[in-house]
């Protein structure tokens, strides 16, 4: 029971310290050796993960569903990212697709 309570904390702390980049739609992927990389509509470079994480293979597939079918999406940062910038440090928390 502890650990769902930890769990549970751990999950409204990281969600409630980040910041969702502005709905675009996906212009580039480059999934690389290391990291898989997207570049949104608007936006500059950004890490999605790195390409051994199951969660960033798993962005991907949704990044890469929502470029074929012109779909846009959001994708979230910790809080303080700068959606503008040329970033590939930091990985993303989760990806949104948007039917329109």
Not at 10 to 28: E, R, T
Not at 33 to 46: F, S, T
């Amino acid at each position: 029971m502890k650990g769902l309570i930890f769990a549970m904390g751990l999950f409204y702390s990281l969600s409630a310290q980040a910041i969702d980049c502005p709905p675009a739609k996906v212009v580039h992927l480059q999934p690389q050796k290391a990291n898989i990389l997207v570049k949104l509509e608007g936006q500059d470079w950004h890490k999605v993960g790195s390409a051994d994480d199951p969660g960033a293979k798993a962005m991907y597939s949704a990044l890469l569903a929502a470029q074929m079918a012109g779909r846009t999406v959001t994708i979230r940062y910790p809080d303080g990212y700068d959606c503008l910038a040329y970033e590939l440090s930091t990985d993303a928390y989760m990806v949104r697709t948007h039917n329109q």
